[in-house]
């Protein structure tokens, strides 16, 4: 880590009550301590809303193996639209790469919440207060207004490394947007998205810088002295050389 990373006191913290957390099933993001006109994220009216308690106790957190260390999480029964998160054991410690949506208390503890940006919360709060999780993100990131109400232990403005696991800041998509690779496997989230079969950059956020600091992803990737074998994005795994394909059609359109 750096000088400029920022440990933050927990005793500052409140603790988190999932009856006062709200739970858009629409684009499945966590709204805490308040009861929205409309979802922070998406728009969506009341309607859409359920309790972090509902939430958790009509669904559960679904692991899908993606290789001998790494899973795949989402909630299930699936919301209208939800990230996925990514479990590694790093065989020091469980680290999570965003987080779900559904809180479930099943979950192996984690040592870990690391994200790659401000989109990803999820129930990470909830996770914290269960299982004493250390909360990493982005300082840029972190007083974005969607993280508000969110508790994070560090915020970092630095590249660092992690039980194995390689942070990389980027920007773009977001101002503290984070990569990670771990192993061959490479983490992108929604940075790229896809559109049937092609890749579009992400449509919100900076849209300028995010495909400008796409050039510089494409630019890390090719420096990279063994490329990844794996990408894990928002809703999607898939072996990197078809990926880099489409990707590179993405970047000649740029």
Same mark, same amino acid.
């Given at each position: 880590?750096?000088?400029?990373?920022?440990?933050?006191?927990?005793?500052?913290?409140?603790?988190?009550?999932?009856?006062?957390?709200?739970?858009?099933?629409?684009?499945?993001?966590?709204?805490?301590?308040?009861?929205?006109?409309?979802?922070?994220?998406?728009?969506?009216?009341?309607?859409?809303?359920?309790?972090?308690?509902? $939430?958790?106790?009509?669904?559960?957190?679904?692991?899908?193996?993606?290789?001998?260390?790494?899973?795949?999480?989402?909630?299930?029964?699936?919301?209208?639209?939800?990230?996925?998160?990514?479990?590694?054991?790093?065989?020091?410690?469980?680290?999570?790469?965003?987080?779900?949506?559904?809180?479930?208390?099943?979950?192996?503890? @984690?040592?870990?919440?690391? *994200?790659?940006?401000?989109? $990803?919360?999820?129930?990470?709060?909830?996770?914290?207060?269960?299982?004493?999780?250390?909360?990493?993100?982005?300082?840029?990131?972190?007083?974005?207004?969607?993280?508000?109400?969110?508790? *994070?232990?560090?915020?970092?403005?630095?590249?660092?490394?992690?039980?194995?696991?390689?942070?990389?800041?980027?920007?773009?998509?977001?101002?503290?947007?984070?990569?990670?690779?771990? =192993?061959?496997?490479? *983490?992108?989230?929604?940075?790229?998205?896809?559109?049937?079969?092609?890749?579009?950059?992400?449509?919100?956020?900076?849209?300028?810088?995010?495909?400008?600091?796409?050039?510089?992803?494409?630019?890390?990737?090719?420096?990279?002295?063994?490329?990844?074998?794996?990408?894990?994005?928002?809703?999607?795994? =898939?072996?990197?050389?078809?990926?880099?394909?489409?990707?590179?059609?993405? @970047? @000649?359109?740029?």
């Amino acid at each position: 880590m750096t000088q400029t990373d920022k440990a933050i006191d927990r005793t500052k913290l409140l603790p988190s009550d999932p009856s006062q957390q709200w739970v858009c099933t629409a684009c499945s993001f966590n709204m805490i301590g308040f009861y929205p006109k409309r979802c922070r994220f998406c728009g969506a009216t009341p309607e859409h809303f359920t309790t972090a308690l509902d $939430c958790s106790a009509t669904r559960q957190v679904e692991a899908v193996q993606v290789s001998d260390r790494i899973s795949q999480l989402k909630s299930a029964p699936p919301f209208d639209f939800e990230h996925a998160a990514y479990r590694i054991d790093t065989g020091n410690g469980i680290v999570w790469i965003d987080c779900p949506s559904t809180f479930d208390s099943q979950m192996t503890p @984690m040592e870990y919440i690391l *994200f790659t940006h401000y989109d $990803c919360l999820g129930a990470s709060n909830l996770y914290r207060q269960e299982f004493r999780t250390q909360v990493w993100i982005h300082q840029r990131d972190a007083v974005h207004p969607n993280s508000r109400r969110f508790s *994070f232990d560090r915020t970092f403005e630095a590249d660092f490394e992690l039980l194995g696991i390689e942070a990389v800041v980027m920007g773009g998509h977001t101002p503290g947007f984070t990569l990670y690779f771990f =192993e061959d496997t490479l *983490f992108l989230c929604d940075y790229v998205e896809r559109v049937d079969s092609e890749f579009i950059w992400n449509p919100y956020g900076n849209r300028v810088k995010t495909p400008l600091v796409g050039q510089a992803v494409a630019r890390l990737l090719s420096d990279r002295p063994t490329p990844p074998k794996t990408v894990c994005g928002v809703d999607y795994v =898939e072996d990197y050389e078809s990926w880099k394909v489409k990707f590179d059609r993405l @970047m @000649m359109q740029t």
